[in-house]
């Protein structure tokens, strides 16, 4: 329900509300806040802003032009459950106070802008975002690295592995097998309450929610479903979801991970993201075509196939996120798409006779995303691939474990790396730079800071299984 400046106001004072939360997203993707004495927010808060030091803010400011504006949204005012003095929180979007212009690398800013560019084009007035985040619920998580070791120790009560541990106090067994744990009741199935919780709470931020379940890998892989939404309040609400999952898990003491490979040899976590256009309040991508979709849809399609390798860059940004992108774990790795093949990276779900259910699913992406910039990005391959008129080929309908090496071959494939999508992004940005959506500053900090910060350093850095390969040679 939309909020004006004035009823957060109001709010405030009739529930004598003494903090206010204010939260933003750094460029990688990651919530950051400050929290205010009350009095400290006015109506002009919604306008100009309130001031903040952005030079810590990865992928930010330098020292000398720090000074910065978060400016909340009223329409995301709510209370954060999570707060012992009863605390409103909302979302902000980031000003620069010296021209009063809303921040160029302020990753939601870019998201609206992705949103007025899709109206400017008078191809349709509204984009929707269905993401579907899965997620790792373990009961202990260990890391480290010195100069002289490296390593990683993730435990849950549901892993596969612990059938024989003894430090259960009489071990029950009850654990899902390696890619079985879609969808075993309890006892097996041990956070049905947790994921309940997790999802009424979110309903509670007022997140649209639809169900929970488990996932198909061991050691507590889950996922909820939130409904979708359009492009700005859908990253709103996954920022929301992960923010309300981790802090359930905390409180039964478990934790919760996004890595898109956490546990070897078994499926990991994606995010895969369905979305469509609108034009008047009508669906677009329903037709007389392939699945039932539009040609319009198809040329959408075109587009994400065709930049997919520069989109990764968004959409799977970790060094981990390649490690799931694998042959034989359920991962999308071919570039093609297909009504029901779930190894095509763009799937058309069957959704009935309903033309408002058409829709596509983009199956790459996991949640170590920045959600704004995804979205923004996939939008603007979808955009490029319509006016473009970009054909997407044929549908792949076949069972890929069927295929030839012959045939396999001559299906695209995602990128092997985060280097390498990072490689195919600075070939490949006009349809993101071209439409004023992200600049080209932008896109070039973003792969300085992914190759400076993530691929290097992975570079530098010995294995551990490096020593079970070469240490005797």
């Known amino acids: ?232 309040n859908s990253a709103d609400n996954l920022m929301i979801y992960k923010y309300v999952i981790k802090n359930v898990a905390k409180k039964y003491g478990k934790t919760v991970t996004f890595m898109p490979k956490p546990i070897f040899n078994d499926n990991g976590s994606g995010m895969h993201v369905h979305q469509s256009l609108w034009k008047d309040g009508q669906p677009l991508f329903a037709g007389d075509k392939y699945a039932g979709f539009s040609q319009m849809g198809l040329w959408y399609i075109g587009g994400i196939l065709k930049h997919a390798p520069a989109l990764l860059a968004f959409t799977n940004p970790t060094t981990n996120s390649y490690k799931r992108l694998v042959p034989g774990f359920e991962a999308p790795v071919n570039l093609a798409y297909s009504q029901g093949n779930r190894s095509a990276s763009v799937r058309i779900p069957l959704s009935g006779g309903n033309p408002k259910a058409k829709r596509l699913e983009f199956r790459c992406p996991d949640a170590t995303s920045n959600p704004y910039l995804a979205f923004a990005a996939m939008l603007c391959a979808g955009i490029d691939g319509i006016k473009n008129q970009i054909d997407p080929g044929e549908p792949l309908d076949v069972d890929i474990y069927d295929l030839s090496p012959e045939e396999l071959a001559k299906i695209p494939s995602t990128p092997g790396s985060l280097e390498a999508a990072l490689e195919a992004l600075e070939k490949d940005h006009e349809f993101l730079t071209g439409t004023g959506v992200f600049s080209a500053d932008f896109v070039e900090s973003w792969i300085e800071y992914k190759l400076d910060n993530e691929v290097n350093p992975m570079r530098l850095r010995p294995h551990p299984y490096e020593f079970s390969l070469y240490y005797d040679c």
């Open 1 to 232: 329900m939309a909020k004006t400046p004035q009823e957060v106001l109001k709010w405030i004072q009739d529930e004598k509300i003494k903090i206010i939360d204010l939260k933003f997203i750094d460029t990688p993707g990651i919530w950051q806040h400050c929290s205010f004495y009350y009095d400290q927010l006015d109506e002009n808060s919604f306008t100009e802003g309130i001031p903040f030091d952005g030079s810590s803010i990865r992928g930010w400011k330098a020292i000398n032009e720090s000074d910065m504006c978060m400016v909340p949204d009223p329409n995301t005012a709510t209370i954060d459950p999570f707060c012992k003095e009863p605390t409103l929180t909302m979302i902000c979007s980031i000003k620069e106070p010296r021209t009063g212009e809303w921040y160029n690398r302020d990753p939601r800013t870019i998201a609206a802008k992705a949103a007025e560019y899709l109206r400017g084009t008078g191809i349709a007035d509204t984009v929707y975002f269905g993401p579907e985040a899965e997620f790792f619920l373990f009961d202990d998580i260990r890391f480290g690295q010195t100069e002289n070791s490296s390593y990683y120790f993730a435990d849950s009560v549901e892993g596969r592995w612990n059938t024989g541990r003894e430090e259960e106090g009489g071990n029950l067994g009850y654990k899902p097998g390696y890619k079985q744990g879609y969808f075993p009741v309890a006892p097996t199935d041990t956070a049905q309450d947790i994921r309940t919780e997790m999802l009424l709470t979110m309903a509670a931020f007022g997140v649209p929610i639809e169900k929970h379940h488990h996932e198909v890998a061991s050691g507590g892989q889950n996922e909820l479903g939130i409904k979708f939404d359009k492009l700005v």
